[in-house]
């Protein structure tokens, strides 16, 4: 009888042991009708029924029982029912009440998610990455499996992966995913579900995140100019409101319009990413924008989005559609960078850091000294300061 036939409980019977001098500890059989069906003959005699199968390129195993507790019979139908599971992308080792049998993709939606909903105002961001990058890969993995290695290669190739818009992704970005598989990992150790940190050798990409492409007083003038003439009032506002305040995208997003006064020129903004409040204030340039908005009475944001109750997600291309109007080379910049334009030019303007700090909501002052640049015209006076002292 050969390694592959089809098994039943006769030919199970008459599977000889192996010889006490084999090199093999086992004699393995396989089963002709059901795909992954093992018998494993020991050397003392011992029969037993396995499952084989291959998952993220790893091959694995399920232990189904001795022979003589189960038939052939049984063992068929526990494998056939392992396949159908592995065919519904789930790994048929998991058992969801043993924590340490979790799915990758069962940590993040039962544990991870809830968890960081509770506590991070961007848990959407954290959730498009994971389901972007990771759970493809390797969402129907056991946590315990996870390698090291596996986050490496994720990390590393990401940077040589074509995006939706067509680029390959930014370091910045294959960092953020890098992240997320920290935190979940660090999460997971404090849950029991797994006891080493395997992302712990797996570096961030180092990023240069000086700015030195910042638009200009002009171009911001003829950046709004274009805001001004542009159809889709909603979107121009919101826009130019980024370029009048210094705000990030999510803050001016989630404006609501109870949160604006007018007769006090204030707009109210409860939750910043430093995890305070902060008022802007209106000029008279803002309110010609934000009265054109068209108010949606079934939606509180003053910037509202074609889902009902919810604000606008993305304005992105609009933006570049706006730059091209405008005759502005939008080489190297991307919506935040209205927001280090802001820092760029009050500060060419000789307002203080201190003010610069408070005006884009900053924590520490040398987050604003990283947004803010040095003039030719302040180091040529500068230069000529310093000579005068000496003349």
């Known amino acids: ?99 340490t049998r979790l799915t990758i993709d069962a940590f993040f939606q039962q544990h991870y998610l809830p968890s960081i909903k509770k506590r991070k105002k961007s848990w959407r961001d954290d959730v498009y990455r994971y389901d972007t990058h990771i759970a493809p890969k390797f969402g129907a993995m056991l946590f315990q499996d996870l390698r090291t290695i596996d986050v490496q290669q994720l990390h590393l190739k990401m940077t040589d ?56 007083t002009f171009e911001i003038k003829r950046l709004l100019k274009s805001c001004r003439e542009y159809s889709n009032k909603t979107i121009a506002a919101h826009i130019a409101i980024l370029a009048l305040t210094g705000l990030r995208c999510g803050e001016a997003f989630n404006i609501k319009v109870k949160d604006i006064d007018i007769k006090k020129r204030v707009i109210f903004i409860p ?71 802001v820092a760029s030019n009050l500060a060419s303007e000789n307002v203080s850091l201190r003010i610069i700090q408070e005006q884009l909501s900053h924590r520490s002052i040398i987050s604003t000294q990283r947004y803010t640049k040095v003039n030719t015209e302040s180091m040529r006076q500068t230069s000529e300061t310093l000579s005068s002292m000496f003349s």
Do not use: W
């Not at 074509?162 to 370091?171: C, V």
């Not at 910045?172 to 050798?201: E, H, R, W």
């Not at 910037?303 to 559609?321: C, E, I, N």
């Open 1 to 99: 009888m050969g390694n592959k036939f089809k098994f039943t409980d006769k030919s199970i019977k008459a599977l000889k042991t192996p010889p006490r001098d084999s090199p093999s500890t086992e004699f393995e059989a396989t089963d002709s009708q059901t795909i992954g069906l093992k018998c494993l003959v020991g050397k003392t005699g011992n029969k037993r029924f396995l499952f084989r199968y291959t998952l993220n390129q790893r091959k694995q195993s399920i232990s189904l029982g001795r022979f003589g507790d189960i038939n052939v019979s049984d063992a068929r139908k526990l494998a056939q029912k392992h396949r159908m599971t592995l065919n519904d992308g789930i790994n048929p080792k998991v058992d969801r009440r043993c924590p």
């Open 161 to 216: 992966t074509i995006n939706k818009y067509g680029n390959l992704y930014a370091p910045a970005t294959a960092n953020q995913v890098l992240m997320i598989f920290k935190s979940m990992t660090k999460y997971a150790i404090d849950l029991g579900v797994i006891d080493k940190n395997i992302c712990k050798p797996v570096k961030l990409f180092r990023l240069n995140n000086a700015r030195t492409r910042f638009l200009t």
């Open 271 to 341: 939750m910043t990413k430093n995890g305070g409040s902060r008022v802007v204030y209106i000029t008279d340039m803002m309110l010609s924008f934000i009265a054109n908005v068209p108010l949606k009475p079934d939606n509180p944001y003053l910037f509202a989005g074609r889902v009902k109750g919810q604000p606008l997600r993305s304005t992105r291309k609009t933006f570049f559609k706006l730059l091209k109007r405008a005759q502005v080379n939008s080489d190297g910049i991307c919506q935040h960078s209205l927001r280090h334009s």
